[in-house]
């Protein structure tokens, strides 16, 4: 597998924890990618750094990344890193997230679930 610094990446670890992070650096000599860990079934490496076989990783797809969740984590690295441009990108593409979501949910609970007729009545009282 060809993961590069940056890459969102996947996989599990020898002891077969499920991490998910990006690539913080990479070893071509020895097959290593240093992953910086930003979720897992095993809550104690997460946010840690830890060192996998690149064999051991898979790319994550882009689309992973439209919903509420990995975005606040994403949030999270922006603030940690320091990069302001990519904080307030995230932050304007949560809030875009949120507003799709509360319009959804608006539409749903302003369904009128009464059976009307053509006139638009229900007959119900």
Do not use: C
Not at 34 to 60: N, Q
Not at 85 to 107: G, H, P
């Amino acid at each position: 597998m060809n993961v590069g610094i940056g890459d969102w990446v996947r996989g599990r670890t020898e002891a077969g924890e499920l991490i998910y992070g990006y690539v913080e650096s990479v070893d071509l000599y020895q097959g290593i990618a240093e992953v910086y860990v930003m979720g897992s079934d095993h809550e104690e490496v997460v946010g840690k750094r830890i060192a996998l076989p690149r064999h051991m990783l898979r790319e994550m797809p882009v689309n992973t990344f439209d919903t509420e969740q990995p975005i606040k984590q994403l949030i999270d690295v922006a603030l940690f890193s320091g990069d302001e441009a990519w904080f307030m990108e995230l932050t304007e593409k949560l809030v875009s997230i949120q507003k799709s979501a509360n319009a959804r949910q608006s539409d749903i609970s302003n369904l009128n679930m009464k059976p009307n007729n053509r006139f638009g009545l229900s007959g119900l009282k």
